[in-house]
């Protein structure tokens, strides 16, 4: 069985960005290496409402935190079957965003911590009730907040179709994201975490994952 690893961080931190040198590492290592990457806004119906939502498309949906993180939810649900068979075929499934992500904005606008009610909720939902897999790492991406908001900002003026969404122009909501991030992490919630706040040696990372 290979192993589920979730790089989470804010919009702009990089994920995309070290998944792509992850994989690259780990192949080199002899890995085999699947990706995925949540929400699955081109193959899923639930994901396809949330950004609909999110650019306020969807009537007062959008402002209802339970609603649209249980969307995200039934997405995850919807692929745990795929995200098993990867990591029965593979030895790396990484996986941008997961169950962690909808624990951190969901607590944020909530205005809640990491010991709140709402990751609880999370957790009960996705891990118990619908089985998603459970991770075995996850990597916190923690730029400079302003490196992140920058990266985000040119994304959208440079990318076709990235126009920042409700929850990525919310500066306040950034900021209180990135601060649930970091006691998920102190928590070790779900699995062991590592924190990656400057330049990555994905090399070293790559054989400390697999090891």
């Known amino acids: 069985m290979g192993r589920l690893i979730v790089i989470e961080g804010l919009d702009g931190a990089g994920k995309r960005t070290l998944a792509d040198l992850l994989s690259a590492q780990l192949g080199a290592a002899g890995a085999t290496v699947a990706r995925q990457a949540f929400p699955r806004y081109a193959s899923d119906i639930h994901a396809e409402l949330v950004r609909d939502a999110l650019y306020g498309r969807l009537g007062d949906l959008g402002s209802s935190v339970h609603g649209i993180a249980l969307l995200f939810a039934l997405d995850r649900r919807d692929a745990a079957a795929e995200l098993r068979a ?49 991770p075995d790492h996850h990597l916190l991406l923690a730029p400079p907040r302003a490196v992140a908001a920058a990266r985000a900002a ?36 779900l699995a062991p975490w590592t924190r990656l706040s400057g330049a990555v040696d994905a090399g070293a990372l790559a054989a400390r994952l697999l090891g």
């Open 86 to 134: 990867a990591l029965r075929e593979h030895d790396a499934l990484l996986v941008d965003r997961y169950v962690a992500s909808n624990a951190a904005y969901g607590a944020a606008r909530l205005h809640q911590d990491a010991a709140g009610e709402f990751v609880a909720w999370v957790r009960a939902l996705e891990i118990d009730r619908f089985d998603v897999p459970v």
């Open 154 to 189: 040119h994304r959208e003026r440079t990318e076709a179709g990235r126009e920042r969404d409700a929850f990525e122009s919310d500066a306040g909501l950034q900021q209180r994201t990135e601060d649930v991030y970091a006691q998920l992490a102190s928590d070790s919630w």
